[in-house]
C-alpha cells in the first residue's frame, strides 16, 4: 500500500531507505536460500506435468510444433487453485485458462497490428496490473499474472497476420481445455480430496500448539476456519459429518488453551492426519453421534466477492505498482538496447506478488538467482540441439519439478521455470544459447526496478522486513 498523506516527507524517505537496504542486507540474501516445508504437493504437480505433456505430444502428432508453446501456456491453467474443493477450482480454474487465451490474443493482436516495442510495453504493462488486480481480487492462487503476461508477450512476437492471431489463440484455448480437465479429473474418483487434506492440515496446525505455544494459536484457528470452509464446499455425503467431527475435536483442543489437552490428542491427530493424506475411504476417524446434525452453509461464491474486492484499496493501489513497475522496467530494458524488453516487464511484476515488503525482496532475490541458474541451464540445453520429443520430456520434467518446489523456495522453483520457459520459445522459433545472456539482463533490470518501486511504495505499517533483521 501506498503511505498515507499524512505522513512527514522525510519520515517517508527514512522508511523508504531503510527498505532499500533491507534488499542488499545479508539476512535478505540468505534467508531467500531457506526452503520451506511443503505438504501435497506431489499429486497436483504431477496432473500439471501430465497437461503439459498431454498437449505437447498432440502438437507433435499433429505437425504443430510451432503452436505447442501457446496450448502449452494454456495447460498451465491446472496449476492454479491447488487444493481448492472442486466445486470452487471448477470457477478458478476456467478463470484462469480464460486468462491466459485472453492473454494470448491481446498479445498476437498487438503484433500483428506493428505496434512499436514501446507500445507494445506499455499495453502488457497496463494488462499486467489489470491481470494482478483480478487474480488477488478473485483469490485465484498459482502462478500467477506471470505466466499471462509471459503468453502475451510469446504472442506478440509470433503474430504477424489475423490468421497468426487465431492459430494462437485456438491452441491456448485447446491448452486450457486440457488443463482444465486434467484438474478436475480427480472429482470423479476422489471428491473428498481437498477436504481431506485441508482437515489433516488443520490437525497439523493444532499439534504443534505444545511446541510453538500461544504463537500457533492464530494459525491454528485460521486453518481450521479454512478446512471447515472447504468442507462446506465439498459433497454432502456421511464423510462430511466425519470430518465436521475431526475439526470440532480440534477446536476443542485450541480452545482450551491446555499443553495437557495438546498432548491427550497428539497421537490421535497424528494418525488421523496420516490416514486423511491417504487416497482412501476406510479411514479410521471417529463417527458423530448424529449423523442428521445440521451441515455448514456454503460460502458465498468466489465470483459475488471477487467482485466487491475489486474495490479494495489494497488491492487497486497493488494492480497500480505493478503497472508501474512493469512499465518502468520494459522501457528501461528497450532503452538499454535488450532484446526482449518485456522479459523485464515479467520480472518487475513477479517481485512485486510479494505480500509483504519483505516478501518482494525475498522473491527479486530468489528470482534473479533462479533465473541466472535456469538461463545457463537453458544454453547448456539449446547448446546440445536436442529434437523435439527429447525436448518434450526435458521441459514436462522441467514443469513438474517447478510445481514440486514453488512451494518451498521459489528461486528453486524459477531455475526449472526459465529454463522451460527459454525452451518453450524455442519450440516455435530457432534460438541460440546466446538468449541466456538477454534473459538474465532483462531480469536483472525487472527485479530492480520492482524492488525500488516497492520500497518507495512501502506502507508506514508494513515493518516485516525490519523483524527479519536478527
Request: proline residues 4%; contains cysteine.
Amino acid at each position: 500500500m501506498l503511505p498515507s498523506t499524512a505522513d512527514p516527507p522525510y519520515s517517508r524517505l527514512r522508511h523508504a531507505g531503510g527498505a532499500l537496504a533491507h534488499s542488499l542486507s545479508a539476512v535478505a540474501w540468505r534467508r531467500s536460500l531457506d526452503v520451506r516445508r511443503a505438504d501435497a504437493v506431489v499429486a497436483p504437480s504431477l496432473r500439471v506435468g501430465l497437461a503439459v505433456l498431454l498437449v505437447l505430444v498432440g502438437g507433435g502428432l499433429l505437425d504443430q510444433v510451432h503452436l505447442t508453446g501457446f496450448a502449452a501456456l494454456g495447460a498451465l491453467s491446472s496449476a492454479f487453485g491447488r487444493h481448492e474443493p472442486y466445486r470452487r477450482l471448477a470457477g478458478k480454474s476456467a478463470c484462469a485458462g480464460a486468462g491466459v487465451v485472453a492473454s494470448v490474443a491481446l498479445g498476437a493482436a498487438t503484433g500483428a497490428a506493428e505496434m512499436t516495442m514501446w507500445m507494445q510495453t506499455a499495453v502488457l504493462a497496463v494488462a499486467a496490473g489489470i491481470a494482478f488486480g483480478l487474480l488477488a481480487a478473485f483469490r485465484i492462487i498459482g502462478p500467477g499474472a506471470v505466466i499471462l503476461i509471459f503468453a502475451a508477450a510469446g504472442a506478440a512476437g509470433f503474430a504477424d497476420t489475423a490468421a497468426d492471431i487465431g492459430a494462437a489463440v485456438a491452441a491456448a484455448t485447446i491448452g486450457a481445455t486440457v488443463g482444465w480437465v486434467i484438474a478436475m479429473a480427480p472429482a470423479l474418483y476422489h471428491p473428498h480430496g481437498p477436504a481431506r487434506v485441508a482437515v489433516a492440515r488443520a490437525l497439523a496446525a493444532v499439534s504443534v500448539l505444545e511446541i510453538d505455544g500461544e504463537a500457533a494459536v492464530a494459525p491454528a484457528r485460521a486453518a481450521v476456519a479454512r478446512a471447515r470452509e472447504i468442507v462446506a464446499l465439498g459433497p454432502r455425503r456421511a464423510h462430511t459429518h466425519e470430518l465436521l467431527a475431526l475439526l470440532d475435536a480440534a477446536a476443542a483442543v485450541v480452545d482450551s488453551g491446555s499443553h495437557d489437552t495438546v498432548r491427550a490428542r497428539r497421537d490421535d491427530f497424528a494418525r488421523f492426519e496420516s490416514e486423511l493424506r491417504k487416497v482412501r475411504r476406510d479411514i479410521e476417524i471417529p463417527r458423530v453421534d448424529a449423523p442428521g446434525a445440521a451441515l455448514p452453509e456454503r460460502p458465498e461464491s468466489f465470483l459475488r466477492t471477487g467482485v466487491r474486492s475489486l474495490r479494495d484499496r489494497a488491492i487497486v493501489v497493488g494492480a497500480g505498482r505493478v503497472m508501474l513497475a512493469s512499465l518502468l522496467a520494459g522501457w528501461i530494458a528497450l532503452a538499454a538496447g535488450l532484446q526482449h524488453p518485456l522479459w523485464a516487464t515479467m520480472g518487475a511484476m513477479a517481485a512485486l506478488q510479494g505480500a509483504n515488503y519483505r516478501h518482494t525482496v525475498q522473491r527479486a532475490i530468489q528470482r534473479l538467482l533462479g533465473n541466472v541458474a535456469g538461463a545457463l541451464l537453458a544454453a547448456v540445453l539449446l547448446a546440445a540441439a536436442l529434437g523435439y520429443w527429447p525436448l518434450v520430456v526435458v521441459i514436462v520434467v522441467l514443469q513438474t519439478t517447478a510445481e514440486l518446489y514453488v512451494t518451498r523456495n521459489y528461486g528453486l522453483a524459477s531455475i526449472a521455470v526459465t529454463a522451460m520457459a527459454l525452451l518453450l520459445i524455442g519450440l516455435g522459433e530457432p534460438i541460440g544459447p546466446d538468449i541466456a545472456v538477454s534473459r538474465i539482463g532483462d531480469t536483472l533490470i525487472g527485479v530492480v526496478v520492482g524492488v525500488v518501486v516497492a520500497a518507495l511504495t512501502i506502507a508506514r505499517d508494513d515493518r516485516h522486513h525490519l523483524s527479519a533483521r536478527g
